[in-house]
């Protein structure tokens, strides 16, 4: 058979499938069955079992209800109709793919799941299944595709469902912890970072197990909108790799510290030829726990901060009047834990009084440690007048890079104080310059010239508009205020408008297709309440259809998402033209969307 003749059975076959059930009249070929199967009966918290629910000779089935597996997270689910004919009956067999998550260890009971068709009640069998930590599914060899696939390939392999099984891609994704330093003094900074290793497409890494770790002040780096990637040769094969979580962490007790396991979840892109669509499976990884040891701060450096700090001390002013406010600015800057850093004080003197101080204090994320400051902004006024002296002050810490304590001493300052004390009562910020006198506009009266009042504006009845005009003015303000922006704007019918405008807005503006996902996670948000966490392809699949959203919208909608998400991590990105196409295709979605849920 030449390839001409072959491509057109493809197209046959193709084509049959297609028009198949069309064709099939809606009615059981044989005896309704209804089974299930599970994919393994022992598996690791990080793997994913597929449990497979089967109904054969019945017609428009109903998806079985799974919400009873307490053990398990629950993904799916797909499906998968197939037609079997013997001595001219055909007879339909459908089959449910969940996808199972262990939420634990241990030996885990699958409940039986009860299905109903026609007044009768069937039930299938239950499972039990060993959980261990980590993964024990195999890795799978990658098999690539003939050069001229599929004209040169049996006819009869086409559909080879176990064929297709083998062609699947190896599974090399890997999530591994790295610490800067595993021995360390007590407050000492230490980086902990995450880093992905993959050859695999994947998308969305997030942890799902909690993120704390006990036994540190953790300072979390936040998380970046695009990962940065590297590709580096590891024995011979090549891998993608990202840092996907870092936090600085301070010590808050001595000895060994263990820093736990952290769990991530993450969609995996099937390689498979025979798909029209990308698709995608959930992904679990662990990384391996790791031990920091902790010492104790030597006797002379209990209660320092820990780090490399610098001081810096500066005034507003050298000279000032003795009415005025002089303001004196201590900085600390330097690595470490700036948070319980304690602003070295100014005392109060017979020369001058101090007043409370304002002290603010932030980070800056550096690539390799954390670093901050403390700023402390110490009020001044004087009692009196000519050079007055404040003595230098004084920073201790602890160098963890020399095991030294470090004392740091500012210079001493001098302020030339001039002006003439106030008496008593008198305003200390304002000059007395721009202190008016009692008296003299008594006196300007009594030496002045009167003169007639009825010629002066506001006697005019023009004067009466214009005052009439900010009063106007003000009661619409008010009932801007107390009225439309606390009950009209706040009503859920125009905040829902103001959304969906916005997320229409948002899609027209993306240039890139990985900006997609975070519009579309943040339109579900709005719409329903969902977490970010909580939003994922089978979430979105279920919340839609039930506010009976149509099927093809959904899967469209979730598929241009998934695209999203994963073209971060792709080297393959989409044309101008796709993007535009798959804009335009949402926004008549997101549309129909937003008519279905009120």
Partial sequence: MNMRKRFGLVLILIGLMAFLPGLIPGQSGGDVEVKAS????????????????????????QQPDVSHFKDFKVRGPSYR?????????FTSSVNYMFYLTPLKTGKLTIPSVTYKHEGKEYRTQSFTVEVVRGSLAPSQPRRTRPRNWPFDRDEDDLFDPLKRERRRQEIDVKVLPFVSKKNVVKGEQVMYSVRLYTRNRVQGPRPVSNPSIPGFWQEWYPAPKVFEQETKIINGKEYTIAEILKVALFPTKSGDITIPSIKFEMGLADADPFSFFSTTRPLYRSTPELTVNVSPLPPGAQGLPVGQFRLNVTTNKNQVNVNDILTFEIRITGKGNVKTVNVPGIKDSIYYKIYPAKISRDFNFQKDSLTGFVESEVPVSFKKTGLISFSPLEF????????????????PVTINVTGQKEKDGSALTIPKTEIIKTGEDIDFIKAGKVYNQDENFYNHKYFIVILLVPFLLNL?????????????????LLKQKKLINQTIKNLRDTRDYGDISPVLENYLKGKTGLGLSEINNHTISELLGKYGVHERDIDAFIRIKSQSESSRFSPDKASSKELKNDIKRLLEIIKRIDSKIK
Avoid: H, M, W
């Fill in 38 to 61: 599970i994919s393994a009966d022992k598996i690791g918290t990080d793997d994913v079992l597929v449990y497979t629910f089967t109904l054969k000779g019945i017609a428009n089935p």
């Fill in 81 to 89: 109709t197939e037609f079997v004919e013997v001595n001219g009956v």
């Fill in 396 to 411: 201790k810490y602890f160098d963890p890079e020399t095991s030294k304590v470090v004392t740091l001493t500012s210079q």
């Fill in 476 to 492: 619409l303000l008010l009932l801007k205020v107390f009225v439309f922006d606390r009950f009209i704007s706040q009503s859920t």
